[in-house]
Nanobody, 127 residues
Framework: QVQLAESGGGLVQAGGSLRVSCVASGRTFSSFAMGWFRQAPGKEREFVAA????????YYADSVKGRYTVSRDNAQNTVHLQMNNLKPEDTAVYYC????????????????????WGQGTQVTVSS
């Protein structure tokens, strides 16, 4: 089992920045690929970003590419999502998720790849 806890959400004006973080406990954090997803009211949960277990590769949704950066610190069991130039449409609950380092069935962008989820942290961007 892996327990995930997000933090760092809040209210920010458009154009501003926030960093959300996710701390993992339980099984060895470094053996997991990590993903970030978000869900806005009335919408499906969507992929935002992902990082491999080594941290060597990252993946982003087109809507956040160039504005968001995902990183991890395996020594601290933590994954971060740095969000810059935020827009009102980025408003959502942000979830971190952990999945196997290797998965032949699902891509990093797919929800089904991830077995463990945090409770989420609210990010609100005002116009």
């Amino acid at each position: 089992q892996v327990q995930l806890a997000e933090s760092g959400g809040g209210l920010v004006q458009a154009g501003g920045s926030l960093r959300v973080s996710c701390v993992a406990s339980g099984r060895t954090f470094s053996s997991f690929a990590m993903g970030w997803f978000r869900q806005a009211p009335g919408k499906e949960r969507e992929f935002v970003a992902a990082i491999t277990w080594t941290g060597d590769s990252t993946y982003y949704a087109d809507s956040v590419k160039g504005r968001y950066t995902v990183s991890r610190d395996n020594a601290q069991n933590t994954v971060h999502l740095q969000m810059n130039n935020l827009k009102p449409e980025d408003t959502a609950v942000y979830y971190c998720a952990a999945g196997p380092a290797y998965d032949g069935s699902y891509a990093y962008t797919e929800r089904l790849r991830y077995d463990y989820w945090g409770q989420g942290t609210q990010v609100t961007v005002s116009s």
